[in-house]
């Protein structure tokens, strides 16, 4: 996910994934921010829910958080359209451990054995003191988590997010993946996603940062 106005971005990411030709990857123009007005809004029927308050800024959803949201939508519309059931969702400032592709192959061998429908492969978790069960050799069951700066989902959970009421309900997407994964402690927004439910999983250290 790239905005058009930031190439250097662009080209940094496209010069990092050449040494990784075993992903097919390509570039998604994002949805600047900057760019988003009322009419926009309404021409797309696009709306914000009226009573999210951010919990760390204690504010609404900003343009810049709209588009960001807006832009992983986007994705997951494509990768529901498209015929592999993996696709590996990255923003355009990742980087990657030594071991990023040793891990993912064996993340997805693993996942292969469990239902899962999202896997953070870079995450900020919020609560430090919460403790995650272990359920492979990699995988942990994720809680309360932000970042979707690199993570991998499933054409199941395209379908339910898309699904979901999302677009007439637009939080920032951090904290509507952590609802829709029942992990988030603000669960008396979750109404608002036609109960929605995904699992979620994360690896037990970041090969994404």
């Given at each position: 996910i ?6 250097e ?11 990784y030709?075993e ?5 998604f123009?994002a949805?600047d ?7 926009y809004m ?6 914000l829910?009226d009573?999210?308050?951010?919990p760390?800024?204690n504010?609404?959803?900003?343009k810049g958080?709209?588009g ?5 939508y986007?994705?997951y ?9 993996i696709?590996?969702v ?8 030594d ?7 064996n ?6 054995t ?6 953070y492969?870079?995450?900020?978790k919020m609560?430090?003191?919460?403790e995650e069960?272990?359920?492979?050799n ?11 700066i690199?993570y991998l ?7 339910k997010i ?20 029942n992990?988030s402690?603000?669960e008396?927004?979750?109404?608002n ?9 994360s ?7």
């Open positions: 790239n905005l058009t106005r930031c190439p971005k662009r080209t940094r990411m496209i010069q990092k994934m050449e040494k030709p992903i097919k990857y390509e570039i123009n949805i921010g900057q760019n988003i007005t009322e009419e309404n021409k797309n029927n696009y709306k829910l009573s999210w308050i951010d760390f800024q504010r609404k959803t900003t958080e709209i960001c949201s807006l832009s992983h986007g994705v519309e494509k990768a529901f359209s498209m015929d592999n059931d696709t590996l990255l923003e355009d400032d990742a980087e990657f451990s071991d990023f592709l040793e891990i993912l192959q993340t997805i061998n693993e996942l292969s469990i239902e899962w429908n999202m896997c492969l870079g995450r900020n609560d430090t003191n919460e069960e272990k359920i492979t990699n995988l942990l069951y994720s809680s309360y988590s932000y970042w979707t690199g989902i499933n054409q199941s959970f395209c379908e898309i699904n979901s009421n999302y677009l007439q309900n637009i939080i920032i997407i951090d904290e509507y993946l952590s609802l829709v994964g992990i402690p603000h008396k927004y979750s109404d996603y036609k109960n929605t439910s995904i699992d979620i999983f690896l037990n250290k970041n090969i994404i940062y």
